[in-house]
């Protein structure tokens, strides 16, 4: 393995630690509170998360593919197969943006006037919605640099910077986009499937 | 400053009374770990000192090389870890000791809240930085936070314990020497946190018995009980018949079965959570949103008051029956309530 | 080689100067723009004291504060000044030091590499700490924060009325800088090796500063996320601390202290990488047991993270957790035990000098036993519950901290001026200083475990007037130890122009560091070096004892 792939391996260890502390207070709180948990799922558009779930993974199947053309150096390859990430990328974070609306418009933005209609559940309910924005957010984040950093990959392509010869970049910006995809896969379930269908 | 000198060394104390039971044992590892430290500084001082001279710079003399001595790394690892584990296992058993109260300890209910300790006797009496306990009782505080985390601590006790807000701590202590010790918050909780200490006393029974007279506003329980009804209590929880709620008389330290399968004891944290988080956890066969959430309106030293009141409608039993299963006490409800949510 | 200049006249000069990293480009843009890894470690060598100075000044401000029982100053801006001291040192002076100065300076060179393995990435981590740096002095000017180093939760989140955003932001930037150093470090240490340079003959300083940054890299992410849950509970409320809704304050500090414990080892393994090259090189032999010092170092950065609880002994942890977590505090302190019976056997039959480095490294080995013991005694579930809170846990810590890791930066600042600067320190006024703080050093922390047995709490801008006495005499040590501190500032400072010009090996250690010459050039070596001795190869071997 080369340093640059070994050097992005590691910075994706220390994105592992970073989400996980977000997963400890998840996992922490849902021990304490199943029931108020199980409640919220209600509120949680398993639709449009599910879809979600699904572009991701295409997303990740253009990335790959994208790897697999540089590796070839096909460049229009390359280029078209980038494309198609960022779109499925975009198409992500406009899907999330219609689901925070929604929670604004629902009161279920802890911190902005949040109301519960289970008041049984309101408070710690609370958390979890907090939880649920902490850690789609942290990823939506991760997800944009992801797009800035295909931007850049789409950029260097272009200019024919990529062959058989050279195609860390490619791989290294693959590996982060792979391991966004992977943080979702792990987010979804216990984000918006806990509780449903009883 | 420097005119005070004197006196600065006259009042100089260079190790705590030891005044509780607990602080005899824990002074002897004290001790322990300090004899093992010394030998051990001592003995690398002397050490390097005695190898740096023994081998100092000499023209004509030439190091030699050494690689290492296994048998001499396993040595100096497991003889100062088997002396460790000695340290350890001293160190758990003290601590075991300390975190189960005997069955007949007084309980004392300690409210820490910024930036002053408020001290309450079940007898009703209070009083604030200050704690008065009889010599050879053990003594069981209750602890509650109203705001930041705190931390009682009496050193010639040897016994600290953090006051953490949301839930009750405690710590328990038998005084063993008469006198006056000082007691501290030592967990920063903001401005004054300096000033957050106070005095405890420790009195000979007779002395004890002068100084207990009982507050002017009844025993703990006598306040619990006007709480009780000022605030509405008594509609539901009424104390013989089977209300929306459940029974409170005899409930105290029983085992209570939930809504959601699992058995819990009706303890000070239970009682506590009940009053001020009530959905928390719903007794099985009752309704949840239908008690009243009491947080904001009660304060600790209030809630301390009701749970008294609550405990005294139990016939005196032990404090906790360990190991003794019981059958949790199944409330049947009456008629199903409709399941209408309250309004907002 | 020296470069033959002619001067103005047309004679040469045979002593102008080389050119190396310092000297090969001036102006700003050379500087801060850099990514030489030796810039940069210069960079970081400069903000870093600058910082130990702030940090220092808050102390000798609070320690002024404590001659008197009542207090000098208010509460509030005592409160402000111990908070502030350990948010500067720990996150802007202790964490950073080792690495990112000396580490950053040696580690590709003890390899036998031209740079780290990003150097992009090394002058970013510096930037990244500036800008941290920023928000933190931000904080300092405003009126500073006054939660503590810890921000304990709800304390920090809801209820102090100081800056604790801007402080726990700055911290949150440093932790990146933290974290690419390490990754940097990792990487360069597995893939940027010259040939023959095998992990077992990696001079010592390599090791511990690899295990440093597995530390870093594993733990410092979850300081970053818990200040983020603090900087949202703060800005928004939104309650995951709070207990008015059911969130948990002690869990703020199990994630705080799943980061702050094994940070307590970024902060002292460095140093330890220091003493076993300044021991070998100043007994003039190889390290006693080098195997075991190299596998300590990773010991300890494994353990490191398996001990953490021993800080929340009396929060209402559960008492076979405590007890757990007390026995892996034991297990972690064998390691570094084995390391100082290492150093000290090193000594044995060996051909020891007292230069300055070497008078440091006594200290530390003197000093970080006393601290490394008195661990014990707070691992130990009875005498923490006795302890925790008060002076004994300050006594503690600066032991290990300033006992041992800044006398051994300070050690390791003196055994590589030569390289890093090209001139020679006074060695007279530095023996003089180590001696100042030794002295210094002692008489202000030695009484404070006294005083921590006898009940005096920390963080108490005043106290019950009994302590008094212990407590001037630990004002008196402080400001010694704040004149010793300032020696070397002065003296380095002055050699840096007026010094006596060093050559490539002053000390004749071993190490590829002392085969180029000082200051190095921008690339390290004139072509990469092939390895083919061990590490401290100051002769032939002559006994393998058991």
Known sequence: ?198 | MLASLPLLVADLQLFPPAASAQAGPIDELYWFEVIVSAIMTVGIFLAVIFLAWKYRRRANVRATQIEGSTFLELSWSIIPFLVMLVMFWWGAKLFFAAQNPPKDAMEVFVTGKQWMWKVQYPDGTREINALHVPVGQPVKLTLASEDVIHSFSVPAFRVRHDVVPGHYDSLWFTATKPGRYRLYCTEYCGNQHASMGGWVDVLDDREYASWAGGGSHGSLAEQGQKLFEQNGCSTCHQLDQQGRCPILRGVYNKPVQLDDGRTVTADDSYLRESILDPNAKIVSGFQPNIMPNFKGQLSEEQVIQLIAYVKSLSPTTPASQQGVQQRPVVIAPQAKAPAVRPPQ | MATIAHGTHGTPEIAAEEVNYLNVEHGWKSWLLTTDHKRIAFLYLISITAMFFVGGAMAVLFRINLLEPEGIFSAETYNRLFSMHGIVMVFFFLVPSIPATLANFLIPIMVGAKDLAFPRVNLLSWYLYIFGAMFTLYAVIRGGVDTGWTFYAPYSSTYSNSYVLSAAMGVFIAGFSSILTGLNFIVTVHKMRAPGMTWGRLPLFVWANYATGLIQVLGTPVLAITILLLAFERVAHVGIFDPNIGGDPILFQHLFWFYSHPAVYIMILPGMGVISEIVACFSRKRVFGYNFVAFSSMGIAVLSFVVWGHHMFVTGEAMYTSVAFSFLSFMVAVPSAIKVFNWTATMYKGSVSFDTPMLYCFGFIGLFTIGGLTGLFLAALATDVATHGTYFIVAHFHYVMVGGMVMAFLGGLHFWWPKITGRLYPEAWAKFAALIIFIGFNLTFFPQFILGYLGMPRRYHAYPPEFQALNVLSTAGASILGIGYLIPMIYFAWSLKAGPKAGPNPWGATGLEWEIQSPPTTFNFDETPTVTKEAYDYGPLEEIVG
């Not at chain 1, 391996?9 to 709180?29: K, N, P, S």
């Not at chain 1, 209609?117 to 710690?124: C, S, T, V």
Request: charged share 10%.
């Open chain 1, 1 to 198: 393995m080369d340093a640059s792939m070994l050097g992005m391996w590691t910075f994706l260890i220390t994105e592992v630690l970073f989400f996980g502390g977000m997963f400890a207070a998840y996992a922490v709180y849902r021990n304490m509170y199943p029931g108020a948990f199980a409640s919220t799922s209600k509120f949680m558009d398993v639709i449009l998360g599910g879809t979600n779930t699904a572009v991701l993974i295409c997303s990740s199947l253009t990335m790959v593919l994208a790897v697999r053309a540089a590796q070839l150096s096909k460049r229009r390859d390359v280029m078209l197969f980038t494309v198609l990430t960022m779109i499925f990328g975009t198409a992500f974070l406009v899907i999330k943006a219609f689901e925070y609306h929604s929670k604004w418009v629902e009161h279920l933005i802890p911190g902005f006037d949040f109301q519960y209609d289970e008041p049984r559940y309101q408070h710690n309910a609370q958390i979890l919605f907090f939880l649920y924005f902490c850690m789609t957010g942290m990823h939506a984040v991760h997800m944009i640099v992801g797009l800035g950093l295909l931007t850049y990959l789409l950029v260097q392509a272009k200019r024919n910077v990529f062959s058989a010869n050279y195609f860390a970049p490619v791989e290294m910006i693959g590996l982060y986009w792979h391991f966004v995809d992977v943080v979702w896969i792990f987010l979804f379930p216990l984000l918006y499937l806990i509780g449903h269908r009883r």
